[in-house]
């Protein structure tokens, strides 16, 4: 089969590798069909964090079954299943409290494991992690394209939602206007948010942010953006989703925030300097968040997008087949693309 | 009267100064009997921050009320009222939500304002700063002791507690063996923390930790420490109290967290670096906590002591009189005196 391989900073490379076979009795060997760029793959794209050469990428995807272990009980050859980003035996003390990302057997795609921009993946712990999809949607090219982003974005910024604690009525500020914050508003609004205020730099994306219910778009940054929503909200935010993962838009998050309020952060941190830690303890704000248990989040974000009362597919901006993913990571990491979906 | 100035870092002196008076209708003017000295006191009197010559000092205090102003509804001459360590409308957007250190009118006892290292104290908005205390409790010295812990420390412990999310049967970890560590393992135990490991590194402390329901010690601390309670935990606490407000005390409590931890904290930072931002991200470990909210807890708390189910009052280990402030701050600088109570 084919995968994306990983050679050096914007050096990825579509190749032949071996085809995964079943290693233990709970994997299951999927057929990708639909997988996405990440914009956390720019991390190592740019070469911000360390990746090795040959490493294989990708960490959204879904696809049909081809093969199961003989342990494997709930999925079976021929379905369609979404995987959240991470795989997780469902069985841990931390999967049992739906912190699935900290299964004592998790484990990331991509890296030494199979990753979703490739034509197959051996999925350990299948029945746990994987999510089988109805059939009815098996030919229906839109939802596909709206179910995909559960893999990874749209439960991240749900995630970021949740731990900022946004209420029915609350007003509710989004720090980033890329996929994660886009479905970040989604998510804000999703729970009943009244006023939803984005702080981003790019017009389409901000254009986009309304599409999916911010009400007021904030284009500056740092000091001004600060002072601005301060003013806005007559003192901050009443909960505050972090989708960047710079310690510039973590201390904006803060700066934002009203008093007793709480930061969703799910960008992961690349943090030059600390944190606003004075305003935090003077204020009781409160940080909450990491990297989104998805798994968790699969099935009631899964039910709206069936339901057509969620559609994140917007944010997938260009689409590209499997030898066009360096062209994909290249558009994204010079801005032309939100996010790339990969179609096999 | 008499009260503490401070002049410049370790040099404070009880000097004579102008009575206060009724400024505000809301006001009240209080004769303090029982006043305590805060390891965050230390702060300034090392130097630490900054403290204008002049400035009064003490935010802990309790007395008997001399008079009040006009506007005055639940406080009566005669009462004994016990203060938080932050006055407060009772009434904004903040004060209703329990967040009353957020005040729009908040300010803090000492600095510009009168402080309860002295023997009277102007006590501004007093229906909803102050709490009277019952009158069957006036001859009893050693209730008198174990309510005055509630002006901050035992209030401030229960906030990182509250803040963890101590809840029945958990394993709990509390940073720090100063008092408001020891009154965190007061409160943790009181909302039902079924192990408390305690991090310090005095063994007087150390056991009237124990005395107040710790059944782990670690006296260890940085790397060491963390490996300890890693292993004693087999992956971390549930909840973790952080009661110093240093970098290597914060990122000690991050270091024990169990994935999904929070880290209540209550220390006024004072942090030279930053915090494994990393680890918390990958863990979604939560930091919540801040100044304590004291005046919201000081009723649900003061019905514990009254019932005798609740007594701090082992952290006053040192007792001055007025003259004997300066004295107090030197036996807390150096650690020969885990907290100090003043009386008048």
């Given at each position: 089969?084919?995968?994306?391989?990983?050679?050096?900073?914007?050096?990825?490379?579509?190749?032949?590798?071996?085809?995964?076979?079943?290693?233990?009795?709970?994997?299951a060997?999927?057929?990708?069909?639909?997988?996405?760029?990440?914009?956390?793959?720019?991390?190592?794209?740019?070469?911000?964090?360390?990746?090795?050469?040959?490493?294989?990428?990708?960490?959204?995807?879904?696809?049909?079954?081809?093969e199961?272990?003989?342990?494997?009980?709930?999925?079976?050859?021929?379905?369609?299943?979404?995987?959240?980003?991470?795989?997780?035996?469902g069985?841990?003390?931390?999967?049992?409290?739906?912190?699935?990302?900290?299964?004592?057997?998790?484990?990331?795609w991509?890296?030494?494991?199979?990753?979703?921009?490739?034509?197959?993946?051996?999925?350990?712990?299948?029945?746990?992690?994987?999510?089988?999809?109805?059939?009815?949607?098996?030919?229906?090219?839109?939802?596909?394209?709206?179910?995909?982003?559960?893999?990874?974005?749209?439960?991240?910024?749900?995630?970021?939602?949740?731990?900022?604690?946004?209420?029915?009525?609350?007003?509710?500020?989004?720090?980033?206007?890329?996929?994660?914050?886009?479905?970040?508003?989604?998510?804000?609004?999703?729970?009943?948010?009244?006023?939803?205020?984005?702080?981003?730099?790019?017009?389409?994306?901000?254009?986009?942010?309304?599409?999916?219910?911010?009400?007021?778009?904030?284009?500056?940054?740092?000091?001004?953006?600060?002072?601005?929503?301060?003013?806005?909200?007559?003192?901050?935010?009443?909960?505050?989703?972090?989708?960047v993962?710079t310690?510039?838009?973590?201390n904006?998050?803060?700066?934002?925030?009203?008093p007793?309020?709480?930061?969703?952060?799910?960008?992961?941190?690349?943090?030059?300097?600390?944190?606003?830690?004075?305003?935090?303890?003077?204020?009781?704000?409160?940080?909450?968040?990491?990297?989104a248990?998805?798994?968790?989040?699969?099935?009631?974000?899964?039910?709206?997008?069936?339901?057509?009362?969620?559609?994140?597919?917007?944010?997938?901006?260009l689409?590209?087949?499997?030898?066009?993913?360096?062209?994909?990571?290249?558009?994204?990491?010079?801005?032309?693309?939100?996010?790339?979906?990969?179609?096999?």
């Amino acid at each position: 089969m084919k995968a994306t391989i990983f050679h050096a900073p914007g050096d990825l490379r579509v190749e032949k590798v071996p085809d995964p076979v079943i290693k233990e009795p709970s994997d299951a060997i999927v057929r990708v069909t639909h997988a996405c760029i990440c914009g956390s793959d720019l991390w190592f794209y740019r070469g911000l964090t360390p990746y090795e050469p040959g490493w294989r990428t990708g960490h959204e995807w879904m696809g049909i079954v081809e093969e199961v272990g003989p342990g494997v009980r709930a999925i079976r050859k021929g379905d369609r299943v979404i995987a959240p980003f991470a795989f997780s035996d469902g069985d841990c003390e931390f999967c049992r409290k739906g912190l699935q990302t900290s299964c004592i057997h998790a484990g990331f795609w991509g890296m030494k494991n199979d990753g979703g921009q490739g034509e197959m993946v051996r999925a350990p712990y299948a029945d746990s992690t994987l999510v089988v999809l109805p059939q009815s949607i098996e030919n229906d090219a839109a939802m596909l394209k709206s179910v995909l982003p559960l893999t990874d974005v749209m439960g991240t910024g749900h995630h970021a939602a949740v731990s900022a604690g946004v209420r029915k009525g609350a007003t509710v500020a989004v720090v980033g206007d890329g996929a994660v914050g886009l479905c970040g508003v989604l998510a804000a609004r999703r729970l009943g948010a009244e006023r939803i205020i984005v702080l981003g730099h790019r017009a389409g994306r901000m254009e986009l942010a309304q599409g999916f219910g911010a009400t007021d778009l904030v284009m500056s940054s740092g000091d001004e953006a600060i002072g601005r929503v301060l003013e806005m909200t007559k003192g901050g935010a009443e909960a505050v989703l972090e989708c960047v993962g710079t310690s510039d838009s973590l201390n904006t998050a803060i700066g934002i925030c009203r008093p007793g309020c709480r930061v969703g952060y799910v960008g992961v941190p690349h943090h030059g300097s600390g944190m606003d830690i004075t305003k935090m303890f003077f204020q009781n704000i409160a940080l909450h968040g990491g990297v989104a248990p998805v798994r968790a989040y699969i099935p009631e974000l899964l039910a709206d997008v069936l339901a057509g009362r969620l559609d994140p597919s917007p944010v997938l901006d260009l689409t590209v087949d499997l030898a066009g993913v360096p062209e994909g990571y290249l558009a994204m990491d010079t801005r032309k693309a939100i996010k790339v979906m990969v179609t096999l």
